[in-house]
C-alpha cells in the first residue's frame, strides 16, 4: 500500500514560519515530479510550488521568494520551508507525488493557520 503523509502544518503568527515534509512510503519504484497544493476555505485548490526529481522548481507568484520546496530522493521525502508567512497563507497543504508505477498520488492535507 502507497501512502503519502504529511505533517508540520499548525498555527503560527504573522511573519513566523513552519516546514511541511510529505513522507512516500510502499513498494514505489520511483518518484517523479512532487508538489504541493492549498486549499483555503471557500476557495479553489491552488498550486503552489513544484519540484522535478531532477531539482528543477517552480512558485505560485504569491509564494516566491517566501516558500522553497526541496526533497530528498533517498528517503523518498518531500519539504516546503515557508517563512515570512501571511494570513493569507492560511490554507490546508496537500501534497502529491507521481508515483511509479501507481500514479499521482495525494496526501491527506495538513492545515496551516497564520493568525494573531
Known amino acids: 500500500q502507497v501512502r503519502l503523509v504529511e505533517s508540520g502544518g499548525g498555527l503560527v503568527q504573522p511573519g513566523g514560519s513552519l516546514r511541511l515534509s510529505c513522507a512516500a512510503s510502499?513498494?514505489?519504484?520511483?518518484?517523479?515530479?512532487m508538489g504541493w497544493y492549498r486549499q483555503a476555505r471557500g476557495k479553489q485548490r491552488e498550486l503552489v510550488a513544484t519540484i522535478t526529481r531532477g531539482i528543477s522548481t517552480n512558485y505560485a507568484d504569491s509564494v516566491k521568494g517566501r516558500f522553497t520546496i526541496s526533497r530528498d530522493n533517498a528517503k523518498n521525502t518531500m519539504y516546503l520551508q515557508m517563512n515570512s508567512l501571511k494570513p493569507e497563507d492560511t490554507a490546508v497543504y496537500y501534497c502529491?507525488?507521481?508515483?511509479?508505477?501507481?500514479?499521482?498520488?495525494w496526501g491527506q492535507g495538513t492545515q496551516v493557520t497564520v493568525s494573531s
Open positions: 510502499g513498494s514505489i519504484l520511483s518518484i517523479g515530479t
Open positions: 502529491y507525488a507521481d508515483l511509479t508505477p501507481y500514479g499521482i498520488s
